[in-house]
């Protein structure tokens, strides 16, 4: 966790109401990312401070990280507990991944069709694209690249965009797909260094990045030589976006820090399922990460802390 230099008393706050104080906030949270995409990009040494504090609207403490400063609606105060850890990071400690799912009340994201337009509400959406805001790269499968034909923007909400990721090792996703082209946000096409080339003749050298070994010799990913991969190229900070499949091998390998799971008040019966986890035989084996939930409209948001959780031996 990086320690802002000592700063004194903040000033005290007036009372805002509604939009007028969540804008306050979400400004602040703003100029933390870009001193922290900053400080990453250049390199500048272990344990740098992030000079000063943001606004008026957030303090510091070296034991709990970022806090808001003065009164603030309720409605405000929880939704800044959402993005403080992502607010809280050191961008020298290497990856940190949290990943967002939005599913019905029976556990799909889409139907059997694929169709996922939308299953959670425009709250939720808007705050997807917070998350894409606070974040440096967001990552998708190359299902769902196919599937949604995504923009992985963050045109509903100020912010800038993140650098998209097409985690794809052998190349499956279709090079027409309009993230390689739009020029909206520096896209990456993560693929295993065997197809490397291959990429670059499809979508451009700037627009590839092969890692060696992401493939395994049984067809698995691994997916910490990915998160090396991106933190290299100073994308530390990672929003696996989709889909349950994706989500579901990053949570089993261990790569998740957070989870972000929105239930929607609707049921699709038969259709694309979300975070599927090896079974335990008895509840008291199932895991029980730590959680709070948060009303988005009619949906329901449960913040998961998975820190060091691990599924895969």
């Excluded at 802002?4 to 000033?11: D, G, L, N």
């Excluded at 009303?295 to 998961?304: C, H, I, P, Q, S």
Aim: glycine share 10%; hydrophobic share 40%.
């Amino acid at each position: 966790m990086t320690s802002p230099s000592a700063s004194s008393t903040p000033p005290t706050l007036p009372v805002l109401d509604g939009d007028d104080a969540w804008s306050t906030v979400w400004s602040a949270c703003l100029r933390l990312v870009a001193r922290r995409r900053s400080a990453t990009a250049a390199q500048a040494g272990h344990g740098r401070n992030v000079d000063g504090r943001p606004s008026p609207a957030l303090a510091w403490s070296p034991d709990t990280g970022w806090s808001l400063s003065g009164p603030f609606p309720t409605t405000v105060v929880e939704r800044f507990a959402l993005y403080k850890p992502l607010l809280d990071i050191d961008p020298q400690a290497g990856s940190w991944t949290i990943a967002h799912l939005g599913q019905s009340l029976d556990g799909y994201i889409a139907t059997g069709c694929g169709d996922s337009v939308y299953v959670t509400g425009p709250e939720n959406l808007a705050h997807l694209h917070r998350l894409r805001a606070l974040c440096d790269a967001v990552i998708v499968g190359a299902g769902t690249v196919a599937a949604d034909d995504p923009r992985l923007t963050t045109r509903l909400v100020p912010g800038s965009h993140p650098t998209r990721v097409v985690l794809d090792p052998a190349l499956r996703a279709p090079d027409r797909a309009r993230l390689f082209h739009d020029d909206l946000a520096p896209t990456l096409w993560l693929c295993d260094a065997l197809h490397a080339a291959a990429a670059r003749a499809r979508v451009g050298a700037e627009r590839t990045l092969g890692v060696p070994g992401l493939l395994r010799p049984d067809g698995s990913i691994d997916l910490r030589a990915a998160l090396r991969a991106l933190a290299d190229r100073s994308l530390p900070v990672v929003l696996v976006e989709g889909g349950g499949v994706t989500v579901t091998r990053f949570a089993v390998q261990g790569c998740l820090d957070r989870l972000h799971l929105a239930t929607a008040p609707v049921l699709i019966g038969q259709g694309r399922p979300g975070l599927r986890l090896p079974g335990a035989n008895k509840m008291r084996d199932c895991i029980r990460p730590a959680c709070n939930s948060v009303r988005m409209g009619a949906d329901v948001l449960w913040d998961l802390d998975l820190g060091a959780i691990a599924v895969e031996d």
